[in-house]
């Protein structure tokens, strides 16, 4: 084969993979998927998703990633890497819509989906060491009741309070909007979402 027809068929090649994986990135983070809304539990989801892509193709914020190779059994299905971009909790989730097997199902409303809780590292997040921020409370959806602030008292000071996120479970939906915009950055990120794969392993 010539050169210029060597270079060429690489260079389709690349196109062609550039094209298979147009749709989503890949995931390979955690063995701890944060999948979409709708999931009942992993095992259920596992049992159910056919991985054919329909709720990636489907999510308007490109918040849904395919898993990748690492993940071994599990690659091609959908998952969200929360701190690179968050569900939105659409009102009419049209993930959850498309979906031909049921493996996401049953959310109507934004308070509806089960993915997973956001728990918060004290000994890192800023608010908690005295800084002003609130930015995951400011940007939760369900502000107010996934999450809130609570005033604390600042040790060995009588004048200066805390104002601290503290996050209800039973309520969070683990959509991961806190955890993309939290203002501390990478190593040290102090909140992320407990998946429901993570819950069930305990
Ligand atoms: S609810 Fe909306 S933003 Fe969230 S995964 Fe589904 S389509 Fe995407
Ligand atoms: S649409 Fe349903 S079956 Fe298809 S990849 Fe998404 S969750 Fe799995
Ligand atoms: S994951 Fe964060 S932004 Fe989403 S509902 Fe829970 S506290 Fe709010």
Same mark, same amino acid.
């Given at each position: 084969?010539? *050169? /210029?027809?060597? =270079? %060429? @068929?690489?260079?389709? +090649?690349?196109?062609?993979?550039?094209?298979?994986?147009?749709?989503?990135?890949?995931?390979?983070?955690?063995?701890?998927?944060?999948?979409?809304?709708?999931?009942?539990?992993?095992?259920?989801?596992?049992?159910?998703?056919?991985?054919?892509?329909?709720?990636?193709?489907?999510?308007?914020? *490109? /918040?849904?990633? =395919? %898993? @990748?190779?690492?993940? +071994?059994?599990?690659?091609?299905?959908?998952?969200?890497?929360?701190?690179?971009?968050?569900?939105?909790?659409?009102?009419?989730?049209?993930?959850?819509?498309?979906?031909?097997?049921?493996?996401?199902?049953?959310?109507?409303?934004?308070?509806?989906?089960?993915?997973?809780?956001?728990?918060?590292?004290?000994?890192?997040?800023?608010?908690?060491?005295?800084?002003?921020?609130?930015?995951?409370?400011?940007?939760?959806?369900?502000?107010?009741?996934?999450?809130?602030?609570?005033?604390?008292?600042?040790?060995?000071?009588?004048?200066?309070?805390?104002?601290?996120?503290?996050?209800?479970?039973?309520?969070?939906?683990?959509?991961?909007?806190?955890?993309?915009?939290?203002?501390?950055?990478?190593?040290?990120?102090?909140?992320?979402?407990?998946?429901?794969?993570?819950?069930?392993?305990?």
């Amino acid at each position: 084969m010539s *050169r /210029a027809k060597l =270079v %060429a @068929g690489i260079a389709a +090649g690349i196109v062609a993979l550039e094209g298979a994986f147009s749709l989503a990135a890949t995931h390979d983070k955690s063995s701890y998927l944060l999948r979409p809304p709708g999931v009942q539990s992993e095992g259920d989801f596992r049992s159910r998703c056919i991985a054919c892509g329909k709720c990636i193709e489907a999510c308007p914020y *490109r /918040a849904l990633d =395919v %898993a @990748g190779p690492m993940q +071994g059994a599990l690659s091609g299905t959908p998952c969200i890497d929360a701190r690179e971009q968050a569900c939105r909790l659409c009102s009419d989730y049209p993930c959850v819509a498309v979906c031909p097997t049921g493996a996401i199902r049953d959310v109507a409303d934004k308070h509806d989906p089960r993915m997973g809780y956001a728990k918060i590292d004290e000994n890192v997040c800023i608010a908690y060491q005295g800084y002003r921020c609130e930015v995951c409370y400011r940007v939760c959806p369900l502000i107010d009741e996934a999450i809130t602030i609570d005033f604390q008292q600042l040790e060995n000071d009588g004048i200066h309070t805390k104002f601290v996120p503290q996050i209800n479970r039973d309520i969070c939906t683990g959509c991961g909007l806190c955890v993309q915009r939290c203002a501390v950055s990478e190593p040290h990120v102090p909140i992320r979402i407990v998946t429901l794969a993570e819950q069930e392993a305990v």
